[in-house]
């Protein structure tokens, strides 16, 4: 007969300790093909204009074309230009990938107050003045 606690330890599941390996990311320590690729490679953000710069901390947001222009006070279509570029000159394959850069390299984006707050009827007063 197998006592209440000899069935607690036969069933016992090794799990990960998920904050070592995130730790083991965010320190450059790991091997793992998330650290490898153009995401992680910084060297085409000192290409990005002012503009992209401002339109690359909105995607970090998660904004869309049409938002971004609104933000910038733009055309839709040019946000969609600047994104194009964005994506070009980083060398990544999307604004998704984009977006990511913008959070992994931020210090290297964000100068402050880069991105106009939104004074729009609205807008969410709970945004920054500086975009970030």
Excluded: F, W, Y
């Excluded at 330890?9 to 490898?36: F, I, K, M, Y």
């Excluded at 977006?99 to 007063?125: K, Q, W």
């Amino acid at each position: 007969m197998h006592t209440m606690e000899s069935r607690r330890a036969s069933v016992a599941v090794r799990v990960p300790d998920q904050h070592a390996e995130l730790d083991a990311h965010s320190a450059g320590n790991c091997d793992c093909t998330l650290l490898r690729g153009a995401v992680n490679d910084p060297r085409g953000i000192e290409t990005l204009t002012g503009r992209e710069r401002q339109v690359l901390t909105l995607l970090g947001h998660g904004m869309p074309n049409r938002l971004i222009a609104r933000r910038l006070g733009i055309v839709e279509r040019t946000a969609k230009a600047h994104v194009a570029s964005i994506v070009e000159k980083l060398g990544v394959s999307s604004r998704l990938e984009a977006a990511l850069m913008a959070h992994l390299h931020h210090p290297l984006i964000c100068t402050g107050d880069i991105v106009p707050r939104d004074t729009s009827p609205r807008a969410n007063t709970r945004t920054t003045t500086h975009g970030c």
